[in-house]
């Protein structure tokens, strides 16, 4: 159970974190200290906040190895992130938390998912499978330093990471996450070898043949042919953050959707292996694909060359380093646990209403069918989280009620011995918790958390308390493999 006491007591607390990025192009890891104190005043509750963040080892910078158009050689994989951990000096067992990212076409590769479990089996008890453009855009963009300059400007700033595989777009408004899009454009959709096309993307193919442009695979590598092409490619990054008028190519290379709100970005940083091409004199074909193009595309572009793009904080390292430092959340201190075999992981949430005293009276049916929408038969037994907003300031029979409510609800869906884990925004966690467990007619196993934002369609997991286990470590999550 958390103790408040002990984490009052507390002054600091120095923790370990990897990321590691498998992607299109390249395969890198990073490892960081995060220091964790109690900030709050004397006399207030406890909270705990990540303070400082160092990264203290950066991997070289690997080709993703592959076995074939659609599979990772995950032996070579593995054999990279091993050596990594010994030349850094790093055992799985010093790490507190973390996370794998597979992403761009990696992430569509028909054993993407059996190489990131197997990596993170191996590469520390709380280090993690993940994937999905969502979160590959979040990450690179605050590993950019996207989020820290809106935060600073007061002003809407989107963060384009353009990597091998895809375009990855997150805005944010002083601070906050305000939307994400992902495109199919990226620097490895074509590659060259020895002068001669040898790979065409399939998810290129649409845009080839809207654009009227024939590439076949065989044919001599023509860069004014190709440069046309990454000239679209540029100008459709310029449409897709509401710079210029839309067509309808945006949709046409939409990996999962576009930008949906309606403000446009007052300034841009960029990111990712293309990104780092725009400003070195690179000969044209020197990795093998039309990155380089791409990036003289884009820098050709009066709109990415003007007082609006600022300099991103990281280029090539944006995501992995994103990995490393934001992945993880921290819980509020006002929580209550009873199970003891942490860590929890891939735990699938489902988010129901509950913000509003009148949402109460509706708690049993609302429950009901956000469980439905996931514990269909693929998913039966599996352990589920159920997440809310929570009652702001809520009162102790306003409590007693939900708790009530909920675990009667609970037991009439689950009969078996699912665990009673509870996602709250507001911080209710502890007096909810607590009034769970007098109810618990079942006896289950109880993980009731504040402080933590996650929707439907989300994954968590959740790390071993820290801080005298009055705090647990947190990361919100999309498992999403493209096959």
Known sequence: MADEKGLADMKEEMIMSAGIDIGTSTTQLIFSKMLIRNVSGFGKIPQAEIISKEIVY??????????????????????????????????????????????????????????????????????????????????????????????????????????????????????????????????????????????????????????????????????????????????????????????????????????????IPDRITLSGGVAICIDENKKDFQYGDIGVLLAKSIKSRVEFSGTKVEKALETMRATVIGAGNFSMRISGSTIEYTIQDFPLKNIPVVKWKLEKTEDIEQMEENMAKAAFLFDHEEHSGQQIAFAMKGLGCPSFVQVQCIAERFSRQFDTMFQDDRKMILMIEQDIGKALGQALKRINRKNRDIVCIDGIRCDSGDYIDLGKPIVNGTVIPVIVKTLIFNQ
């Open 58 to 263: 950066k991997s070289d910078i690997y080709v993703t190895p592959l076995l074939s158009e659609d599979a990772i050689d995950g032996e070579k994989v593995r054999h990279i992130i091993v050596s990594e951990y010994e030349k850094a000096g790093i055992r799985p067992e010093d790490l507190t938390t973390g996370a794998i990212i597979i992403t761009g076409e990696s992430s569509r590769k028909k054993n993407a998912r059996e190489v990131v479990e197997s990596l993170a089996q191996m590469a520390g008890d709380f280090v993690v499978a993940e994937a999905g453009p969502e979160l590959e855009a979040v990450l690179a963009g605050k590993g950019a330093g996207a989020g820290l300059l809106s935060k600073q400007a007061g002003k809407v700033v989107a963060n384009l990471d353009i990597g091998g595989g895809t375009t990855n777009i997150c805005y944010f408004e002083e601070g906050e996450i305000l939307d994400t899009a992902c495109l199919d454009i990226g620097g490895r959709l074509i590659r060259i070898q020895d002068g001669k096309v040898i790979y065409i993307s399939s998810r290129l193919r649409k845009l080839l043949n809207y654009s009227g442009i024939e590439l076949m695979v065989g044919e001599t590598a023509d860069k004014n042919k190709l440069s046309h092409i990454t000239d679209v490619m540029a100008e459709i990054l310029v449409e897709a953050i509401g710079w210029k008028r839309k067509s309808i190519r945006p949709e046409l290379t939409k990996t999962n959707h576009l930008i949906t709100v309606s403000k």
